[in-house]
């Protein structure tokens, strides 16, 4: 293991530029007055009560703990690397060539203190004990290290997401770009680990390069999933709010945390003894104890007949205003308690006479459900919720992060611009990219999700205004609960359809609806206006559709080039039927091809009676040809053949699919064509290289000679050209 001793190789922690400074003032993260300020000599900093931080931050990612870094060196490298990325105007940190300009967010540095902190034990398990002892090899370990799950035999199982990756090689790319900041450790200088790599290309992330990845819910999952959602929120939504009103009165009074409850009294039996009464009076049941109680009462020696065994007991005293009903109350209240169970029976709490409900499947309808124990109608009332998030999710396409920013009183008043045509607007903040705090902003959805709100604000426990709607949920859970419950004897009872097994998440989701939104006319800009994309490239990687705007501009601009090539050897066809003949190296082949299409029989002549020649014709005859064209600043290319290409062998990619116009040696490929249109540049070229060759002195004779042999090439070029287009006729008549 690493000690205090070896690591300390440059300095002590008064070196750092650091010490004692006020991490939220530098990082500019604002505190609430009374709070805890983090200072940078503390090992543990605390922004639980940063203000603007997102909910769903968790409090996990809202404390640097850095006493998990055993050694103290190591541990102030770390704490002096944090800083710099949450405060990188520092004056210690602005000097460093490759630091980051920018501040990282607060989860970002959660992220890398994380991943350093494992890479630090890593290294202590290597018996490393100190940073100017690690090599490419150990970086190229961790990585490995990272990058592979392993069984317990250490064979390879598995291997770690891209994003795991380049965490991994960050860190250590992190410890060199910051090398100079450290004070008591610090890996050597020339350490490149990777060639110089960014983490991205280490962990061969695609980085956007190719479609979202993440795949959308399927149709079989999604339709069940939203039906059971939509039903739950719209059929059996209102009995859920009223069962839930029902459980919170029923714990202001039976709970063991209700309010003025008494331990014990001297009329405790009497009390009991009369709300039994009320209850027998009143026909009610005794309430049932859960489920899970029974066991600890026949542990505790209960007969396994006993007609008291079911009854809540404890409920009925806290009725009777006291905490509990204790052990030695019980042989005087046996009597009273039996009558009671006699009269009424013994009955789950809630929804005892649920009213009646349609199936989802229009077979009928049932009890909306069937009798409750308390925990039953809190887990039943959390589906419900369940199903909210997820109508709500589904069809606005908010993100996690937006879902939980919601709060009570979200819901925009309802516009009705056209009589009949109501839009319904709820407004949340976007975080994603958002300075801390987030920005405020709307989502325009249908009725159903507007409805969802409304249920999720009835289902609050505490729904004051401005109150957290949802604060943080795991909706992975959450989903797994949701489908169960679907899925069992309650919801087959109420004809909801099976939900296959399958993740669903909320990025699926809203990939989902990106998808959906965006192949209808127009849907690829609306998706982006929705889903609140920042670029319209974002968007089409939702939809499938990488490049897509700008696959559209290049297939147009393609379009464009393919009709101008095609215009272009029409004329230089019309040029060679007038004598005017192209030039350069490639100028017989050309000439050849425009032969063969001109030496075809003439209709009239020909003995296929299908034969017809008009212009149209010799278009199809050229296009072939045309697809070859590239054009030069001086030359027509007919690139019909890579390994003849002059500049492809000059580049060593003779295999390449395009030309090389930059690198163009028109005078000697054999693929170059030289036209009328060219001779202006190859004159101006001319010209200038003539002026340049008079103001060469007479001493620079390498250059005169290579400026010469160009000014005669591009004179020759220009003389075969003007050859060519003086002499009309004597070509191919
Ligand atoms: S050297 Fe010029 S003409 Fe020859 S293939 Fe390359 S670009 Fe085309």
């Known amino acids: 293991m690493t000690t205090t001793a070896t690591a300390y190789h440059f300095a002590n922690v008064s070196a750092s530029p650091f010490v004692g400074v006020d991490v939220c003032r530098q990082a500019r993260l604002t505190l609430p007055n009374d709070a805890d300020r983090p200072l940078f000599?503390?090992?543990?900093?605390?922004?639980?009560?940063?203000?603007?931080?997102?909910?769903?931050?968790?409090?996990?990612?809202?404390?640097?703990?850095?006493?998990?870094?055993i050694d103290p060196g190591w541990r102030l490298v770390v704490k002096e690397l944090v800083l710099a990325m949450l405060a990188p105007r520092h004056p210690a940190v602005a000097l460093l060539p490759r630091a980051y300009r920018t501040p990282l967010h607060?989860?970002?540095?959660?992220?890398?203190?994380?991943?350093?902190?494992?890479?630090?034990?890593?290294?202590?398990?290597?018996?490393?004990?100190?940073?100017?002892?690690?090599?490419?090899?150990?970086?190229?370990?961790?990585?490995?290290?990272?990058?592979?799950?392993?069984?317990?035999?250490?064979?390879?199982?598995?291997?770690?997401?891209?994003?795991?990756?380049?965490?991994?090689?960050q860190a250590v790319i992190d410890l060199i770009d910051y090398r100079k900041l450290f004070t008591a450790d610090r890996v050597p200088p020339g350490l490149r680990p990777w060639g110089g790599a960014s983490a991205s290309a280490v962990a061969e992330m695609s980085s956007g390069r190719t479609e979202n990845k993440t795949a959308p819910v399927p149709n079989e999952t999604l339709q069940p999933m939203l039906a059971a959602a939509l039903h739950l929120i719209t059929v059996l939504g209102p009995h859920a709010v009223t069962l839930h009103r029902q459980v919170c009165e029923t714990d202001q009074v039976s709970a063991i945390t209700a309010a003025g409850l008494h331990h014990s009294a001297p009329t405790a039996i009497a009390d009991i003894k009369a709300v039994l009464a009320d209850y027998v009076a009143?026909?009610?049941?005794?309430?049932?104890?859960?489920?899970?109680?029974?066991?600890?009462?026949?542990?505790?020696?209960?007969?396994?007949?006993?007609?008291?065994?079911?009854?809540?007991?404890?409920?009925?005293?806290?009725?009777?205003?006291?905490?509990?009903?204790?052990?030695?109350?019980?042989?005087?209240l046996r009597g009273p308690f039996l009558e009671a169970v006699a009269a009424t029976g013994v009955k789950k709490q809630f929804a005892r006479e649920a009213d009646e409900a349609p199936t989802a499947n229009g077979s009928g309808t049932v009890p909306w459900t069937l009798p409750l124990h308390r925990s039953q109608a809190?887990?039943?009332?959390?589906?419900?919720?369940?199903?909210?998030?997820?109508?709500?999710?589904?069809?606005?396409?908010?993100?996690?992060?937006?879902?939980?920013?919601?709060?009570?009183?979200?819901?925009?008043?309802?516009?009705?611009?056209?009589?009949?045509?109501?839009?319904?607007r709820i407004a949340s903040k976007v975080v994603k990219g958002q300075p801390l705090g987030g920005t405020d902003d709307e989502w325009?959805?249908?009725?159903?999700?507007?409805?969802?709100?409304?249920?999720?604000?009835?289902?609050?426990?505490?729904?004051?205004?401005g109150a957290l709607l949802l604060g943080r949920f795991d909706f992975y859970t959450r989903y797994k609960w949701f489908r169960s419950w679907v899925n069992s004897p309650t919801g087959q009872r109420l004809g909801l359809a099976p939900i296959p097994n399958g993740r669903v998440t909320l990025r699926k989701l809203r990939r989902t609806l990106a998808l959906e939104m965006a192949y209808r006319p127009?849907?690829?800009?609306?998706?982006?206006?929705?889903?609140?994309?920042?670029?319209?490239?974002?968007?089409?990687?939702?939809?499938?559709?990488?490049?897509?705007?700008?696959?559209?501009?290049?297939?147009?601009?393609?379009?464009?080039?393919?009709?101008?090539?095609?215009?272009?050897?029409?004329?230089?066809?019309?040029?060679y039927q007038q004598g005017v003949l192209p030039t350069g190296p490639g100028a017989r082949s050309l000439t050849e091809f425009f032969a063969s299409i001109d030496e075809m029989p003439e209709p009239s002549t020909a003995p296929a009676p299908?034969?017809?020649?008009?212009?149209?014709?010799?278009?199809?005859?050229?296009?072939?040809?045309?697809?070859?064209?590239?054009?030069?600043?001086?030359?027509?290319?007919?690139?019909?053949?890579?390994?003849?290409?002059?500049?492809?062998?000059?580049?060593?990619?003779p295999t390449a699919d395009r030309p090389l116009v930059g690198m163009c040696d028109s005078a000697r490929c054999p693929q170059a064509t030289h036209h009328p249109c060219h001779r202006p540049v190859w004159a101006e070229h001319a010209e200038r290289t003539r002026t340049f060759l008079g103001n060469l002195g007479t001493t620079r004779r390498t250059e005169h000679a290579r400026l010469q042999a160009d000014y005669d090439r591009a004179m020759r070029v220009v003389a075969e050209i003007d050859a060519a287009t003086t002499n009309p006729g004597e070509g191919p008549a």
Not at 531 to 542: F, M
Request: aromatic share 6%.
């Open 41 to 69: 000599d503390h090992d543990l900093w605390d922004f639980t009560h940063v203000i603007g931080l997102p909910v769903q931050m968790a409090l996990h990612e809202r404390r640097f703990d850095f006493t998990a870094i």
């Open 106 to 169: 607060l989860r970002s540095c959660s992220a890398r203190l994380n991943e350093l902190t494992r890479l630090f034990a890593w290294l202590g398990q290597r018996e490393i004990s100190t940073l100017a002892h690690l090599g490419t090899a150990d970086c190229e370990a961790y990585l490995a290290h990272r990058r592979f799950v392993l069984d317990d035999d250490g064979a390879v199982v598995g291997e770690q997401s891209p994003g795991v990756r380049r965490a991994a090689a």
């Open 282 to 332: 009143a026909g009610i049941a005794l309430p049932m104890i859960e489920d899970h109680d029974i066991e600890p009462r026949l542990a505790a020696g209960w007969a396994a007949d006993d007609p008291l065994l079911p009854v809540a007991t404890g409920v009925l005293a806290r009725q009777a205003g006291y905490t509990q009903l204790w052990a030695r109350w019980l042989p005087t």
């Open 378 to 424: 809190v887990a039943l009332i959390g589906i419900v919720r369940t199903a909210a998030i997820i109508v709500l999710a589904a069809v606005s396409g908010m993100r996690a992060s937006e879902l939980m920013e919601l709060r009570v009183g979200c819901r925009c008043p309802i516009e009705e611009p056209i009589p009949g045509l109501r839009r319904f």
């Open 444 to 465: 325009v959805v249908i009725e159903q999700a507007h409805q969802a709100v409304e249920t999720l604000e009835q289902l609050h426990d505490d729904p004051v205004d």
């Open 522 to 575: 127009g849907g690829v800009l609306a998706t982006k206006i929705h889903l609140k994309h920042i670029a319209v490239a974002t968007t089409e990687g939702y939809a499938s559709r990488p490049g897509g705007a700008q696959a559209e501009l290049l297939a147009e601009v393609n379009k464009h080039e393919a009709d101008r090539n095609l215009e272009l050897i029409l004329a230089e066809f019309q040029n």
């Open 610 to 653: 299908k034969t017809q020649r008009s212009d149209r014709d010799i278009l199809n005859l050229l296009t072939k040809r045309a697809k070859t064209l590239h054009i030069g600043p001086a030359n027509f290319c007919w690139f019909t053949d890579p390994s003849r290409a002059l500049c492809l062998k000059l580049a060593g990619t």
